[in-house]
């Protein structure tokens, strides 16, 4: 589904206008769709029909409680990667037993933590790693359970910064060594390996990535038995890419029959950690156009998000689709290059764009509902923007906009 559609020439959420949103809220604002959320959960869960396996949503895509506690409602699991991601998903009414913990460095309180309410499993990323949550394990008399995250060596062929399975990034252990540190683990008193995991990339649009890690994986897993290790699951990350523009990256279903083909009927259970495939599409960012500023060279529409609201554009060159909320029908289409009120020029969020403008306009950055208001900073001292979650006819304000003494009110000046 598309929740974000033209009714009688005005962008509608659902059943919801969004200019009457802006109104009522302000800019800039985000605003998320239920319905595509819990369908694009449901499609992933749906996809794998009886093969065993568990749809943890990547809470850092977008962490609003809201958010989460929808996808807890309809069973989802979680992938965190901090204390803070845990702490969220608890208080939206998430299940701990779903929960699987990624990332490269776990502090000692952080692994108690997850120790304490009972966590699925541990993705660990290195010896060292190992060593730190079998030591926090031993103080606390619990038995981590483990999965080593393994680096397949695959290129996702995608942007750089979110490529993680080449020998190069810090991610994961080389799968070549893997076996070796499995057994160490295996001989820790309170260690149990439970699973493999891998994570190679965000935005593929490809499957074949994704299938040649699985592949690798496969042959760990097969090695592993033979070492006398049994595993109860595989975790294969998240990574489906979204369409932004003209990308065309495999629908849920296809993806998830790709995997199962290529487990060939191995009924051992399969976690996927989604993020930007379940909350993508199904979130945007409504700006208001300031000012236009044209000028000899360029014409720019100064709007009243920036890079701190929505920092895709400027730290990845990212495309994001910007549109009108009720576009003009009088046809004096102009370029403009859409940029923020923040001292930089790396400040935009679209450059050369096609749209019929006016100061006052409002606009709709589509696909902003992963990685959007949970990359979002206060630079320049900027208030993040509010959110919104629509279901149907109704909107809820799941986040109001912050105030400036939310901002200065953690500072204090020194006294002499
Ligand atoms: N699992 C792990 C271990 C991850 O590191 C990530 C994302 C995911 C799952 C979810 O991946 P997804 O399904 O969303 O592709 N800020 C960047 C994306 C960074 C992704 C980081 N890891 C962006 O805006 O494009």
């Known amino acids: 589904m598309n929740p974000f559609s033209y009714q009688n020439g005005t962008l509608m959420a659902e059943a919801v206008d969004l200019q009457h949103l802006a109104k009522t809220y302000g800019t800039p604002l985000y605003v998320y769709s239920r319905a595509a959320l819990e369908e694009r959960w449901q499609a992933f869960d749906q996809a794998f029909g009886a093969q065993p396996h568990l749809v943890c949503y990547a809470v850092k895509t977008n962490s ?33 037993k779903k929960v699987v913990f990624s990332g490269v460095a776990k502090q000692p309180a952080e692994i108690k933590r ?15 790693e190992l060593e730190r949550i079998q030591e926090v394990a031993q ?21 750089p910064y979110i490529s993680t399975g080449l020998k190069d990034n810090k991610f994961g252990v080389d799968i070549n060594t893997a076996p070796e540190l499995y057994q160490l683990a295996a001989q820790h008193s309170h260690i149990q390996p439970i699973g493999i995991d891998c994570h190679i990339g965000s935005q593929l649009t490809e499957i074949k990535p994704f ?18 290790i049994e595993l109860h699951h595989l975790d294969l990350g998240g990574g ?30 399969v976690i996927i950690e989604p993020g930007r495939a379940i909350a993508g599409n199904a979130g945007v960012l409504l700006t208001q156009v300031e000012f236009l500023k044209p ?35 009088d046809g004096s289409d102009a370029q403009w290059d859409l940029v923020g009120p923040v001292c930089e020029t790396g400040d935009f969020l679209g450059k050369g764009r096609n749209l019929n403008l006016k100061a006052g306009d409002l606009l709709a950055v589509k696909s902003a509902g992963a990685y959007g208001f949970t990359m979002a900073s206060n630079y320049n001292t900027r208030p993040r923007a509010a959110e919104i979650m629509v279901d149907g006819a109704e909107a809820h304000l799941i986040r109001r906009r912050e105030t400036y003494d939310d901002l200065i009110g953690l500072e204090s000046v020194i006294t002499e």
């Open 295 to 329: 000028t000899a060279h360029k014409n720019f529409a100064i709007i009243d998000a920036a890079m701190n609201d929505l920092i895709r554009p400027a730290l990845y060159q990212s495309f994001m689709d910007i549109i009108a909320v009720t576009p003009r029908t």
């Open 64 to 96: 609003n409680i809201a958010v989460l506690n929808v996808l807890a409602k309809i069973g989802a699991g979680f992938d965190i990667v901090s204390q803070g991601e845990l702490e969220r998903v608890l208080r939206a009414g998430g299940d701990p």
């Open 114 to 128: 997850a120790l304490e309410v009972g966590i699925r499993c541990f993705n660990i990323e290195s010896h060292a």
């Open 139 to 159: 103080q606390l008399n619990k038995i981590a359970p483990i999965s080593i995250r393994v680096n397949p060596d695959v290129d996702a062929k995608t942007h």
């Open 211 to 228: 299938v040649d890690a699985l592949e690798r994986v496969l042959a760990l897993k097969a090695q592993l038995t033979q070492q006398g």
């Open 240 to 269: 489906l890419g979204i369409q932004y523009t003209d990308e065309t990256p495999p629908a849920i279903n296809e993806y998830i029959a790709a995997l199962l083909a290529k487990l060939n009927d191995t009924q051992i259970e």
